[in-house]
């Protein structure tokens, strides 16, 4: 019997030759064939690229097969190129929509397939479960037409997606200040996508770029996983205090996502990270807009939003709820507890490129450190502390545990008092003073995610625990 696909919060993922074989990834490129058809597509051009991930290459190529006997024509990355640049590909050659071939953050074994719309965005949760409604049960509902013969006709081109990339960054950002600047920055881009980017943007001028982990390497040697959390980050935070750097630039593994370090090797995390590109945009650069926020991200945004007079809007967690509320309400910056975020007269795709740029420029304009930063915001919005725990759990008391958490009903959670419950995404419980838990289930992985955000350093791993408590899992 086939697997049944579904998509999670970005696209699928599976085992590489466990479920994600190239049977399957042809079934996924059939539904997604049949959907851009259904929308009237018939003879319009797809972006398809490719990570660093094994094989990705072919998985990708095997896409384009069944794209073009589709009567689609492809444009296909000519090497492995980051998420973002493939995104504004979309829009720069008028395409119907893209595949990436990518499981981004995930564990070596895995890789996944991703779908985006016609702006260069994630497609909508309905428009997701319409492509799961179209792809066959088996290989006899897929076209393909073999690779050599789709090149021949033309349906298949190789390209190189970064120059018009490069071309509209330099509308969003002057990185000549930043290269002329003196810096020294330590880039890890974890042996993925990003790597290279950051050397060629900003060579040419005194700031010195310092790269590690920047050969193809599927393993991903000395991490867990290439996403830019501890204890990933950790070989690039100590080669930021053995340079004596000014700070350290982290890009997961398709370059969606960004992680900072200070120039003293410490971790500055996500929603720190978030709260400083909102403060940049609106106090440096002097924009406004509204500001969308996934609910397992910050606080500060909404603390910002009330200084800077503009609309902040909380969505499910996942760029597929993100990207369609910013194209609605012409977000300034949109962005998610997992280190991506996305900006105005982009696209509607995280980028960590343009994200590292901009703390660069940060630093440059404001002339301080990234612990100085951090200060700065806390200025404006008060301390605030965050961590996330990560644990597996029995799949079949999936159900059970939902039940306990949602039957708790408690009335405090490590001393906090619970205010409300929000049950948008998960289970997040609104303590006082601002502080919160949110407790949910992976949409990519077969894990429950505990995060907590609180203005108390010393109450951050007591909600946690409260947390596991009240799922029923012991630490």
Known sequence: ??????????????????????????????????????LGRHGEWVIVGHDRRFASERFAAAC???????????????????????????LDKQAAGAINITASHNPP???????????????????????ESLIPADLSGVKRLAYT?????GRIRKFDAAPAYIEHLKHLIDWEPIKQAGLKVVVDPMWGNGSGWF????????????????????????????EPIQPNVDAGLAKTVEVGADVCIITD????RLGVGDEQGRFIDQLRVFGLLALYLLDVRGQRGAIVKALSTTSMLDKLGRLYQTPVYTTGVGFKYVAPKMIETDAMIGGEESGGYAFRNHVPE????LAGLFVLDMMVRLNKKPSQLI????????EHYYDRLDTTFPQEQRAQIQQRILSATPTELAGLKVEGLDTTDGYKFLLEDGNWLLIRFSGTEPIMRFYAETTRADKVQPILEAGMNLAGLLR
Request: with cysteine.
């Open 253 to 256: 593994g398709d370059a969606d």
């Open 109 to 131: 074994a895995d890789n996944g397939f991703k779908v985006r719309d016609h702006r260069g965005g994630a497609i909508d949760p309905a428009g997701l479960q319409q492509i």
């Open 149 to 153: 013969e789709a090149e021949a006709q």
């Open 64 to 90: 384009a097969e069944v794209l073009a006997a589709n009567g689609l024509h492809v444009w296909l990355t000519d090497g492995p190129t980051p998420t973002p640049v493939i995104a504004y590909a979309v």
């Open 199 to 226: 050397p060629h943007l900003l060579a040419g001028g005194k700031t010195q770029i310092v790269e590690i982990h920047d050969a193809r390497n599927p393993i991903f040697p000395g991490m867990r996983r290439p």
């Open 375 to 382: 200060d700065l915001l806390f200025d404006k919005v008060g």
């Open 350 to 353: 995280r980028d960590g490129i």
């Open 1 to 38: 019997m086939s697997l049944q696909i579904k998509f999670g919060t970005d696209g699928w993922r599976g085992v590489i030759a466990e479920d994600y074989t190239f049977d399957n990834v042809r079934r996924c490129a059939q539904g997604f064939a049949r959907y851009l058809l259904a």
